[in-house]
């Protein structure tokens, strides 16, 4: 299955952050904060044009993340403040995370991506859009270790060894307290094979 397929696959049942999302949310000063945050932590990044490509898809206060430490594959445009959150996500519990539970550094996370203009899929009222509609959403599939280990959500979320089991509960835990919707495989079929991450301040932690 194709990232690109994969990445249709996230949607969920109705929760407090389904509204509409809007393009104009990101405001130049908060952008600005988010550009200097980014700076201080070290986190490389480019910022990006907005754009308005209409039916509540666009760019507004994106950036793309250059170098947050450790390789992130398929990410392309991603709102500042998810930026932010998702970098200190990887870099202050994720990484952590992987060589104190699991013993090996992290090498590599495996995103199935950011922008796309689409609606959520997976409830009643499907003609919502998506949050990765704006930029303000990732999708994370895997975790590749320095030792050649891949821990995957689709694979490894239950997995039968307690350590990979405390790993996943111990970095959805950390997501759940950076982020405003973390949906996982316990949300929905729909996420049976990654972690949602959304910056919308909803509370909402699956």
Not at 126 to 133: I, L, M, P
Request: net charge positive.
């Amino acid at each position: 299955m194709t990232i690109a397929m994969l990445l249709t696959a996230c949607g969920s049942r109705e929760r407090p952050s389904e509204s509409r999302p809007s393009i104009a949310t990101a405001s130049a000063r908060d952008t600005a904060i988010c550009h200097a945050d980014l700076r201080h932590e070290g986190v490389e990044f480019r910022a990006l044009s907005d754009k308005d490509y209409g039916r509540g898809c666009g760019l507004s206060g994106t950036v793309q993340l250059l170098d947050i430490g450790v390789p992130v594959n398929n990410l392309t445009a991603i709102r500042c403040g998810e930026a932010r959150a998702f970098a200190n996500w990887i870099r202050n519990a994720v990484a952590p995370a992987a060589y104190q539970i699991l013993g090996s550094e992290l090498a590599r996370v495996d995103s199935m991506g950011s922008y796309a203009c689409r609606n959520v899929v997976g409830t009643a009222n499907s003609n919502r859009r998506s949050g990765h509609a704006i930029a303000n959403a990732v999708d994370i599939a895997s975790f590749v270790l320095k030792d050649g280990r891949r821990i995957s959500i689709l694979d490894d979320w239950n997995a039968s060894d307690p350590a990979t089991r405390r790993f996943m509960r111990t970095i959805h835990a950390s997501a759940c307290k950076r982020f405003g919707t973390v949906l996982s495989p316990d949300y929905n079929a729909a996420h049976r094979n990654h972690l949602h991450l959304e910056d919308d301040h909803a509370n909402f932690c699956r």
